[in-house]
């Protein structure tokens, strides 16, 4: 279970920085907000998941010191694709906690899982990218 | 007892679907009457999989989403996306169950709840995202991922409807 609980703490690591560079690229007022709002809940996951590793006594990779974008983001429409593939890639890595953990747990995870998906949503409605959504959300495609 | 009451309702032609559609009153009355009159019954069918009513929610959605988009071609883009997402848990739903699906899937006719509109999809998903959050909960570790992504898909599709 450590395995699975870094692996999602790493990828709500790289959300956040993600949206710090996503949220610049959007329009004011309402597109920033759900991008800030989205910051924010990686960062509450984020903390959260550092406390139960700590209790675990498991270590932890230290964040790295850079990432690594997959495109470059210069614009909106590069912001909005780069907010999907995040919230994507942090469904991917909660899915994989659930049949490691049970109970209160698992549904925390089920959660984490559910609200990425439903972020992912919006971004593609304001992106215009369809299927608005994936079929089955968490489950790596390649 | 339970047993009992599904062999009356194959008996009395409902699909389960339907009959899971019906009051959980009216399922307890048939179960009831069941007890006394059906003691003798040979072989009462196996408990239906925890992952069953999950499936027929599935072809339910899937089959009220096609109807819509039949009826609102201007919805037609958004829905079939959906109805075709409900149709691809169902496949995986009955190989883990190790069941086949209904031929032909289920009738657009299925089961017609409630007004047939984006709003009330809406319902039916958030409903729907329940039952999946639940038996997910209290799925064994091997079918919670798959569960897991039913049940956030639906919810993703309640936000794609509003």
């Excluded at chain 1, 470059?72 to 659930?98: F, H, M, N, Y």
């Excluded at chain 2, 408990?47 to 339910?60: G, M």
């Excluded at chain 2, 039952?131 to 897991?148: D, F, K, N, Q």
Aim: hydrophobic share 45%; proline share 6%; glycine share 6%.
């Amino acid at each position: 279970m450590k395995e699975q609980l870094a692996g999602a703490l790493a990828a709500e690591e790289a959300a956040i920085w993600a949206y710090g560079l996503i949220g610049v690229h959007l329009r004011e007022g309402s597109e920033q907000n759900q991008a800030r709002a989205a910051e924010d809940e990686h960062r509450v996951r984020r903390d959260d998941l550092v406390d139960r590793l700590a209790r675990l006594q498991a270590s932890t990779a230290p964040t790295p010191a850079g990432y690594e974008l997959p495109f470059p983001v210069e614009d909106r429409a590069s912001a909005l694709k780069l907010a999907v593939q995040i919230e994507d890639g942090v469904g991917q890595a909660w899915r994989v906690v659930l049949p490691v953990t049970e109970n209160a747990d698992r549904t925390e995870a089920l959660s984490a899982l559910t609200d990425a998906a439903v972020r992912a949503t919006k971004w593609r409605k304001l992106a215009k990218i369809t299927p608005l959504t994936l079929i089955f959300p968490g489950r790596p495609t390649a | 007892m339970v047993l009992t009451g599904s062999v009356r309702m194959s008996d009395s032609g409902h699909t389960r679907r339907r009959v899971l559609g019906a009051s959980g009153a009216l399922a307890g009355l048939v179960t009831l009457s069941g007890c006394g009159l059906f003691d003798d019954d040979p072989e009462p069918a196996p408990a239906p999989d925890a992952l069953q009513p999950l499936l027929d929610e599935a072809l339910t959605l899937a089959a009220a989403h096609t109807r819509v988009a039949l009826a609102q071609p201007a919805l037609a883009a958004k829905l079939t996306p959906l109805a075709e997402a409900h149709r691809a848990h169902a496949v995986e739903l009955a190989r883990v169950i190790g069941t086949t699906l209904p031929s032909g899937g289920a009738a657009p006719s299925a089961a017609t709840t409630g007004a047939d509109t984006a709003a009330a999809l809406r319902k039916s998903e958030q409903a729907a995202q329940k039952t999946a959050a639940a038996a997910c909960r209290s799925a064994p570790a091997e079918r919670a991922a798959l569960v897991g992504s039913i049940a956030a898909a639906r919810a993703s599709h309640a936000e794609a409807l509003r």
